[in-house]
């Protein structure tokens, strides 16, 4: 629990309407029909609401910083600068297509916390770093989560620098291309606590009437990339039973991975998300076809059991069609609890500013994940309607958004001015 001290600090209110000016104009940039925005890595939407927010941090009297993987730091300097920041932030990247509140929530509100903390003229005894990580959704280039992963020595930054999307572009040039292949060094630092302000990408929170939710662990993720071969032949001539159609078995896996997917819940979620096929020609049996799927589970004998019924169901497709398959698991991620000072510090800053709140799991990803592992580390959650998330129709209200940005700039205080 914070100290006495730490406790008797005042309460600071961000400006709500300038938060939401930022999340509406950075949501603009690679802006889509459906109201969502399409900004994944290194792309030109992606430097443009870089750009943007690097101005708005240099107005509000922040030292910008960039690193070798694009992460962009902006520090506010304490009065011991000696001391490690607290870092607050999120990422700025979205799905393709995603939203305007999934990342750049977190890293506007975290932006607005510190012009807040000018406001009421307080300086802090620790310095306080607004970051915006690079690629955490992993949409256009793998894996996700990639700049807090360098960051937190989890990820190689060779590995994901050399990293290709669909079209074969690099990474690392691409970063370069929009000018945000920095010089700093890439973590290697002390680091006093991490805070992360995220909407939900549930419903819990908003069936529950709820404004906050303080995160207390994650859950156990996994997946995998499951290839058929088959054997190529005339898709007019080649008589049925003499066929070998690696897309007849990645059709039957996706429907087979969908039904042992409804039967986990509540306890675990499962579907197939890509599907890839050569050579892709309507008048030829194509002979190969990827399928790659993620799982969410509560419990670790669970996430596995599921892996092994997926690998099973595969492999009797395979021998019912006379293919062949090969499954390759993705790393798991198993379940971690958040440092339980954290959670409690965002239930204490939320009943003060008189907000309800609740504990509940993340389901999935974020950079939060990774920084927990270096330092004390804070993630909570505000409502977004109807659970939509990854998709044009995510919505956080005026109302949750500065909640949520009320608490991040109170925890930031208590953090930074211990």
């Not at 994940?369 to 998330?389: D, E, I, K, Q």
Request: with cysteine; aromatic share 6%; hydrophobic share 40%.
């Amino acid at each position: 629990m914070p100290n006495a001290a730490a406790s008797n600090t005042r309460l600071i209110r961000t400006d709500g309407q300038r938060l939401w000016s930022d999340l509406m104009t950075i949501g603009a940039i690679a802006g889509t029909p459906g109201g969502g925005s399409f900004r994944p890595a290194a792309t030109d939407g992606d430097r443009d609401a870089r750009n943007l927010f690097v101005l708005w941090a240099k107005e509000a009297g922040l030292t910008v910083t960039i690193d070798g993987v694009g992460n962009i730091f902006a520090r506010r300097e304490g009065s011991d600068p000696t001391l490690p920041p607290v870092l607050a932030g999120s990422h700025l990247d979205t799905q393709m297509p995603g939203g305007k509140f999934d990342g750049p929530l977190g890293v506007l509100a975290a932006l607005e916390a510190v012009r807040a903390l000018d406001r009421a003229g307080i300086h802090t005894r620790r310095p306080i770093e607004v970051v915006n990580w690079t690629n955490e959704e992993g949409a256009r280039f793998a894996p996700g989560l990639a700049g807090s992963g360098v960051f937190t020595g989890r990820i190689g930054q060779e590995a994901l620098l050399q990293g290709r999307d669909r079209n074969g572009l690099v990474m690392g040039e691409e970063l370069a291309r929009i000018g945000y292949r920095g010089a700093a060094p890439i973590g290697g630092r002390s680091v006093d606590s991490y805070l992360e302000l995220h909407i939900e990408q549930g419903a819990l929170l908003e069936e529950a009437g709820t404004t906050i939710g303080a995160v207390t662990n994650t859950q156990y993720n996994g997946g995998a990339l499951i290839t058929f071969t088959g054997a190529n032949s005339h898709a007019h001539t080649t008589p049925m039973s003499r066929r070998r159609n690696a897309l007849a078995g990645a059709a039957q896996l996706v429907v087979e991975i969908e039904r042992i997917g409804h039967a986990l819940e509540p306890q675990g979620a499962a579907s197939a998300a890509t599907m890839d096929v050569w050579p892709n020609n309507r008048v030829i049996v194509p002979h190969r076809a990827e399928v790659g799927f993620l799982l969410v589970h509560a419990d670790r004998d669970g996430r596995d059991g599921t892996l092994d019924a997926i690998e099973a169901a595969a492999q009797r497709i395979a021998l019912a069609l006379n293919i062949e398959v090969e499954m390759i698991r993705a790393p798991a991620r198993d379940r971690f609890d958040f440092p339980v000072e954290m959670v409690e510090l965002t239930e204490e800053i939320a009943a003060e500013l008189g907000h309800a709140a609740m504990r509940l799991a993340t389901l999935t990803g974020h950079d939060a994940v990774n920084m927990h592992y270096v330092c004390p580390t804070a993630l909570f959650f505000v409502p977004c309607r109807g659970g939509w998330s990854h998709s044009e129709l995510e919505w956080c209200s005026p109302e949750d958004a500065t909640a949520g940005a009320d608490v991040l700039a109170n925890m930031i205080l208590r953090r930074a001015d211990r």
